[in-house]
């Protein structure tokens, strides 16, 4: 079953990206188009071909939400200081969690001088070398406005910028009219035109929802622990259960994405170490609902259904609809059980990981007021110990991945001097 559309997949990462940054994320976009119009006009390259290249060049800066953070506000000035440090950590973070690792060293390399980039082996430099010139035609176009001059990077022709590259670009602008197409937003309707080309495969499509899982991590690493964990707690439940495959499939993509909207919560409130005030409370729970607007015309809405009612309680005394236990499917019920769960047996920030024994005892005293299934609770007790045993295993190898990550950007680092 297609639970999303190749397209899809694109304009969700895109959607969910903006969620952490809204400038970053349209500066990559502009680039993306840029970089297509002039792999579309050196005719190089087959459609389908250019929106994979589409989509890479749509996050090149992907290691910036990580390694920048809130440092992004000036962007002449963020593109003027040393960049490598997001360009590596982007590299990694695509060789490891996309499903396109072969395209990853355009990320590294795309900041590179392109005296320097000649010297490397590497089949794609061209697009590494095609972004800087558009990541420099954006940026300072866009802070230096009517004072902008298409031709004031001559003097890096041929040493820090392509001079075939720069020669493509003046072509397809006085071409096409590529800065008012942006200026218009009409260059939006045919970046999404050109995700219509993106062919992925069901595997390709999961692997790229995990990536965007690990997303997550931006904000914080502990929320990518608590995810899995809510993932394992659900797949562990519904087998326990004997659901339908067709049922525990939606789950697992339902958990996968539940708290997707969280990207857009402040991390001073994530990772408060006291209790939150009323109004952070109130934003706090808005992560459901932005989570839902980013979702809703990207996945199939079974999935959807399932993710954004993991706060729901079968008492109608969750949120954000209250809906009532009759109004709610079996996936839905387990999913806020995972959820709860979570809560309870991860660390937060204002107190440790609770023992077996609390967390069963403030289990039973949900059933007790009705706020959570029994059946979903009693299940997911009587095999506490081996669920948790696998919840302990994925996160170690989560924080496998993200320890080799780390590593080998440290490695590349020293050698970049960074």
Do not use: W
Not at 19 to 25: A, C, G, I
Not at 81 to 97: C, E, N, P, Q, T
Not at 358 to 371: C, N, R, T, Y
Request: with cysteine; glycine share 4%.
């Amino acid at each position: 079953m297609e639970y999303i559309k190749s397209k899809d997949i694109y304009l969700l990462a895109r959607d969910i990206l903006k969620l952490v940054h809204p400038r970053l994320m349209d500066h990559g976009s502009k680039v993306a188009y840029m970089v297509y119009m002039m792999l579309r006009e050196r005719g190089r390259f087959e459609e389908f071909e250019l929106a994979d290249i589409v989509m890479l060049c749509t996050m090149h800066d992907i290691g910036a939400y990580r390694t920048e953070k809130g440092q992004i506000s000036d962007m002449l000035r963020y593109e003027s200081r040393d960049s490598m440090a997001h360009s590596i950590y982007g590299y990694l973070f695509f060789k490891y969690l996309s499903p396109v690792p072969d395209l990853a060293k355009v990320i590294m390399y795309h900041h590179m001088d392109y005296e320097q980039l000649q010297k490397v082996d590497y089949e794609y430099k061209q697009i590494a070398a095609y972004i800087n010139i558009a990541e420099k035609m954006d940026i300072y176009s866009t802070s230096m406005g009517n004072q902008f001059d298409l031709y004031m990077f001559e003097p890096m022709s041929g040493t820090k910028l392509s001079s075939d590259g720069l020669e493509l670009f003046y072509q397809v602008e006085s071409k096409y009219g590529i800065f008012e197409k942006i200026k218009s937003g009409e260059y939006k309707r045919e970046l999404d035109d050109i995700a219509g080309y993106m062919i992925f495969s069901n595997e390709d499509k999961k692997k790229f929802l995990e990536m965007l899982m690990y997303c997550l991590g931006f904000r914080s690493q502990s929320m990518v622990v608590d995810n899995i964990t809510t993932v394992c707690v659900c797949e562990d439940i519904a087998r326990e259960m004997n659901l339908p495959d067709a049922e525990r499939e939606l789950l697992y993509y339902g958990a996968l994405i539940h708290d997707i909207g969280m990207l857009a919560i402040p991390q001073e409130i994530i990772e408060a170490p006291r209790k939150l005030e009323a109004e952070e409370v109130r934003q706090l729970r808005t992560h459901v609902e932005i989570g839902e607007q980013v979702l809703r015309d990207r996945m199939k809405s079974d999935v959807v259904n399932i993710a954004m009612a993991h706060h729901e309680r079968c008492d109608g005394s969750g949120y954000p609809h209250r809906l009532k236990d009759m109004q709610m499917n079996t996936p839905q019920r387990i999913l806020q059980v995972a959820d709860v769960v979570t809560a309870l047996v991860n660390p937060r920030s204002y107190r440790p990981d609770l023992p077996k024994e609390k967390v069963i005892a403030i289990l039973s005293d949900e059933i007790a007021k009705h706020k959570l299934k029994k059946q979903i609770v009693i299940t997911f007790i009587s095999s506490y110990d081996r669920i948790m045993k696998r919840v302990r295993e994925e996160s170690a190898g989560i924080m496998k991945t993200y320890e080799t990550l780390n590593m080998q950007y440290e490695l590349i680092g020293k050698k970049y001097k960074i």
